[in-house]
């Protein structure tokens, strides 16, 4: 019997590789004791963060799926309490039956609630994951296991909500739910010309609905540059019949990709175009909560589409004043280094700035390119943008920015790095992100 | 009235799949094991999500104190009646090459025949008072195959099988059935990161199957089927053969 093995991990995004090992502790006392070597460790969940967060050299990554029991459910005041493997499409579903619904869920069911914690998740809601987190508990071999909350502890709470797994290995998660507001979703489109009209409307509709996020053609050119799907979502009392929950086979497996980008420079406009121009007829629709809670389920396809070199994407979090100097330099950056990304999307973030989370007041402008040269300049031009408006990035979708890059972007970087270093003092914690980012 | 069953074995892979199933199919449940924290988060688990009744139960096969018909009775007053009786609880070693000290090689026998055969014996007579139920018991496809890495585990599962088909003459009649599954590679911590030769079944799977034939046969199979083949054929390769490969 082995507890741990030599494996070979890679980010989701396809671009970056590490060779470490992998644990799958089913019980606590191997939990404990494989994190108690002097092998450092880090936490990992479904492995769906961009970046290699859950893996570094020589790091173990110490599994969290088997640790996916819920541990009580108050059903008259909504709160739960979780260990960390649990999924959010478990928790969802739990949540669903008995009333509730979790107010911050991420775009795929197969991400664990570990997961949502260590990168503070936003998902379709304007809020994130730290809004609804009660209290955690975290183990680590300096202090053994201890509660912490906003009330408790403050400090070691708020460094490991969004502290990328580096403070310890969450061992239960207590969550407030709010009730379900409906047993469907309606979805509406409405079509925008550009980028500038489409945050007028995602400010318009912030209140009125209960998610609100858009999808833009950011590979076409000219005046068509941003045109884009506004989609506003609202519950609605209408039981249907559950749609087919299982997602695709790859959903975590960049193994599965196509040898070559399918949507590459040439075939990017192509494939926007039509997507625009089908969704633009659509108008509404109405979902089972199980598949609309969930806007990445069933579309795995469209990563394994991006093929095996990979793809990048660029999240920023832009203050909104700012953001029409951002739709000139983005348009910009895109002609110059002649790049067709196959996926813009913009939602409005409101939740406190804090440490390296991805949070604050603003828009959240994601990009998506297909890995290669091209995409590294370009990205180097979008860093450049952040810098000069004061965008924070998205971490956990982002496996190349640097350390001077986010020193500057984050301003509470040192209060991150030294929270983290004095609660990890010999680095028992590590990963490929913590070695980019925090040195 | 929901029916009663008790699982030891329960707070990881086969058995905590097990108890999962029964606990969605309405089966009132004791989970056991010596982990008593594991059994609590599974058995909080089954009955938040499951809405089941769930008691911990732990128990330790190891433990050479250990009152089977204590265990069996306290069982039996959470319950009112054990319609069924699942074993689980194994232990491996990776030390199991038959030169082993008498330590290893007690717990190694301890855990996975004697202890087992006394909780069978003390399940098997109550629910031969009670007029009827159902035994399940897991053994390995190491029983048909045994190994230079498992001699000791091996033997105590075969030592199992034949106490299995001893207790089934023995409980003709009295309505009281066992059922033994020869498990094949299972995805668990006994199988995490070896080179196997065929696919790992998952343990869900194998809980779907279990509960799913329950009383619908009795005796010792292999599962998933295609083991029995295996076995089959790996019996006709003469053993001076066998010897000189490394497996």
């Known amino acids: ?439 | 009235l929901a029916e009663g069953a008790v699982v030891v074995g329960a707070s990881s892979g086969v058995g905590r799949a097990v108890a999962e199933e029964l606990a969605r199919r309405g089966w009132s449940l004791v989970v056991s094991a010596r982990d008593r924290r594991d059994l609590e988060a599974v058995a909080a688990d089954l009955s938040t999500r499951e809405r089941a009744v769930v008691r911990a139960l732990p128990v330790d096969l190891s433990d050479p104190g250990l009152d089977p018909e204590r265990f069996a009775r306290a069982a039996a007053q959470e319950l009112g009646r054990v319609d069924l009786f699942v074993l689980t609880a194994g232990v491996v070693d990776e030390e199991d090459d038959g030169l082993a000290a008498p330590a290893p090689t007690e717990r190694l026998v301890r855990v996975n025949y004697l202890a087992a055969i006394q909780l069978l014996a003390a399940f098997a007579r109550l629910q031969r008072e009670q007029g009827g139920g159902q035994i399940v018991a897991i053994s390995s496809i190491a029983a048909a195959a045994p190994r230079r890495r498992n001699a000791v585990y091996s033997s105590a599962k075969a030592g199992l099988e034949v106490y299995a088909r001893g207790l089934r003459h023995a409980l003709y009649g009295t309505g009281v059935r066992i059922q033994v599954y020869a498990l094949g590679y299972v995805d668990t911590r006994l199988a995490f990161g070896q080179r196997l030769l065929f696919p790992a079944a998952s343990p869900e799977a194998v809980a779907r199957q279990i509960v799913g034939a329950l009383g619908s046969w009795e005796g010792v199979r292999y599962y998933p089927r295609f083991w029995s083949v295996v076995v089959k054929l790996f019996g006709l390769v003469p053993e001076s053969l066998r010897l000189r490969f490394k497996y």
């Open chain 1, 1 to 439: 019997v082995k507890d741990t093995i030599d494996c070979r991990f890679l980010s989701f995004d396809g671009t970056e590789r590490v060779s470490g090992s992998l644990a799958r502790p089913d019980r606590y006392r191997q939990l404990f004791d494989v994190l108690s070597r002097p092998r450092p460790a880090i936490p990992r969940g479904a492995g769906l963060s961009y970046c290699c967060a859950s893996a570094g050299e020589d790091v173990v990554s110490v599994s969290s799926r088997r640790f996916d029991r819920v541990l009580g459910l108050d059903r008259d005041a909504g709160t739960v309490v979780v260990e960390p493997g649990v999924t959010v499409g478990a928790l969802h579903d739990l949540a669903v039956r008995n009333g509730w619904y979790p107010p911050i869920l991420p775009g795929h069911p197969e991400i664990t609630v570990g997961g949502c914690v260590a990168f503070d998740v936003h998902g379709k809601s304007g809020r994130t994951f730290r809004s609804c987190v009660l209290a955690l508990t975290l183990f680590h071999p300096s202090f053994g296991e201890i509660e912490c909350s906003p009330e408790v502890d403050a400090e070691l709470f708020e460094l490991t909500v969004g502290g990328c797994g580096l403070t310890g290995f969450v061992t239960s998660v207590t969550l407030q739910l709010v009730p379900v507001a409906g047993s469907s979703l309606v979805r509406r489109r409405s079509p925008v010309a550009d980028l500038s009209t489409t945050l007028e409307a995602l400010l318009k509709h912030e209140r009125d609905h209960d998610f609100a996020y858009s999808w833009n053609d950011l590979s076409a050119r000219g005046n068509s540059f941003g045109r884009g799907i506004v989609y506003l979502e609202s519950f609605a009392d209408e039981t249907l019949r559950a749609s087919r929950r299982t997602p695709g086979r790859g959903a975590g497996e960049p193994a599965g990709r196509l040898p070559v980008p399918l949507l590459g420079r040439r075939i990017a406009p192509i494939a926007n175009r039509i997507y625009y121009e089908a969704e633009r007829r659509r108008g509404r629709s109405r979902l089972d909560l199980g598949r609309g809670s969930f806007p990445i389920l069933g579309k795995e396809g469209y990563f394994r589409a991006l093929g095996r070199r990979g793809f990048r994407e660029y999240q920023m979090l832009v203050p909104i004043p700012r953001f029409p100097t951002v739709i000139e330099r983005l348009q910009a950056a895109i002609v110059d280094t002649a790049s067709r990304p196959c996926l813009g999307s913009l939602k409005i973030l409101d939740a406190e700035a804090r440490l390296l989370r991805f949070s604050g007041r603003g828009v959240a402008v994601a990009v998506d390119v297909p890995a290669g040269p091209r995409s590294r300049e370009l990205f180097a031009r979008l860093d450049a943008i952040a810098l000069e408006v004061g965008a924070r990035v998205n971490l956990s979708k982002d496996s190349r920015v640097g350390q001077r890059v986010v020193a500057e972007l984050f301003p509470e970087y040192g209060a991150f790095r030294s929270g983290v270093e004095s609660i990890d003092s010999g680095r028992g914690f590590d990963s490929a992100l913590r070695r980019r980012v925090l040195g």
